[in-house]
């Protein structure tokens, strides 16, 4: 039973660029949410997709913008990259059910680094 | 004052010692709550989940709730040094409410437990 997959692992980008991660979620799930943790830092949240729609957002702007596809995989695009978005950007999916709903288990994260 | 606060570390216990975790939380609304276990470099690991006030026990690991006080703990018995890791503080929302979907993370206490 594969775990929470995310890609890429590692990522280097430069300012003014634009970044596109992806993740698979847990067989079973269908809720993927999407962190951002900067180094020493708790995980903050971006945002949360079900049923392919944006359900929930943190405190970001626009330039972090999603999508989840029928197989409830997702992606996360990061445009105009600033130095500041340097982070490790977890997935974390949760499954059907009231109780399944909610725990949320993660990937591995993709580092991202801005120069 | 920050939604969700964990006592500041690093935290050294010697092994074989209890290891006490603190986290506070301000949202009285908050229901669901949550120890995640971060080792370096790596993506957060789900210890424990607790709903209700009082203890729950799991193997070397007790969580305990107290919504009235909005206090959470964990307690870590006969501490391994492979407990050495960050350990994150996560809280969720009622159900409905604007805070549901996402996880609200403390900063994190590190944890290093030595032979």
């Known amino acids: 039973d594969a775990g929470v997959t995310q890609s890429p692992t590692h990522l280097i980008k430069t300012r003014g660029q634009q970044v596109t991660l992806r993740c698979s979620p847990k067989?079973?799930?269908?809720?993927v949410s999407w962190y951002q943790q900067a180094l020493g830092q708790g995980p903050q949240f971006i945002f949360q997709?079900?049923?392919?729609?944006?359900?929930q957002r943190g405190n970001f702007p626009d330039r972090f913008s999603g999508h989840q596809f029928p197989n409830y995989s997702s992606e996360l695009n990061v445009n105009a990259l600033l130095l500041g978005d340097s982070a490790l950007y977890l997935c974390?999916?949760?499954?059907?059910?009231?109780?399944?709903?909610?725990?949320?288990?993660f990937g591995a994260g993709t580092r991202l680094s801005v120069l | 004052q920050k939604e969700v606060e964990q006592n500041s570390g690093p935290l050294s216990v010697p092994e074989g010692a209890i290891a006490s975790l603190n986290c506070t939380y301000s949202?009285?609304?908050?229901?669901?709550f949550f120890w995640y276990r971060q080792y370096s470099g790596k993506s957060p690991e789900l210890i424990m989940s607790?709903?209700?006030?009082g203890d729950k026990e799991d193997g070397r690991f007790t969580a305990q709730l107290n919504k009235a006080s909005q206090y959470v703990s964990l307690l870590i018995r006969d501490s391994q040094p492979s407990d050495s890791a960050t350990y994150l503080c996560?809280?969720?929302?009622?159900?409905?409410?604007?805070?549901?979907?996402?996880?609200?993370f403390g900063q994190g206490t590190i944890l290093t437990v030595h032979p």
């Open positions: 974390a999916s949760s499954g059907r059910g009231v109780v399944a709903k909610n725990i949320q288990y």
């Open positions: 067989s079973g799930h269908d809720t």
């Open positions: 997709y079900y049923e392919e729609e944006e359900r």
């Open positions: 949202d009285r609304g908050s229901q669901s």
């Open positions: 607790i709903y209700s006030n």
């Open positions: 996560a809280v969720r929302g009622i159900a409905g409410g604007t805070s549901y979907g996402k996880l609200t």
